[in-house]
Nanobody, 127 residues
């Protein structure tokens, strides 16, 4: 069982930066691939970024590539999402998620592949 708690959301102007974090419980954090998803009002949840258990492999949605960076610190059981050059369309509730990874290099981009989810943190980008 993994419990995930996001933090760091807030309000930022367009063009600004914001970082969100996700702290995980448990002692086997490196056995989980981690992902960030987001859901805007009236829209379906969408994939944002993913990182392998080792942290060596990452994958991004085209909409955030070059602006967002996912990283993790396995010693701190934490995954991060650094968001730069934010746009109003990035406004959403951001969720972190954990997926059991049988290979340390594996990552996942589909929500059904993730077994554990955080409660979400609101990110609002004003124009």
């Amino acid at each position: 069982q993994v419990q995930l708690v996001e933090s760091g959301g807030g309000l930022v102007q367009a063009g600004g930066s914001l970082s969100v974090s996700c702290a995980a419980s448990g002692r086997t954090f490196r056995n989980y691939a981690m992902g960030w998803f987001r859901q805007a009002p009236g829209k379906e949840r969408e994939f944002v970024a993913a990182i392998s258990g080792s942290g060596g492999n990452t994958y991004y949605a085209d909409s955030v590539k070059g602006r967002f960076t996912i990283s993790r610190d396995n010693a701190k059981n934490t995954v991060y999402l650094q968001m730069n050059s934010l746009k109003p369309e990035d406004t959403a509730v951001y969720y972190c998620a954990a997926a059991v990874a049988y290979y340390s290099t594996r990552y996942y981009s589909e929500s059904y592949e993730y077994s554990y989810w955080g409660q979400g943190t609101q990110v609002t980008v004003s124009s």
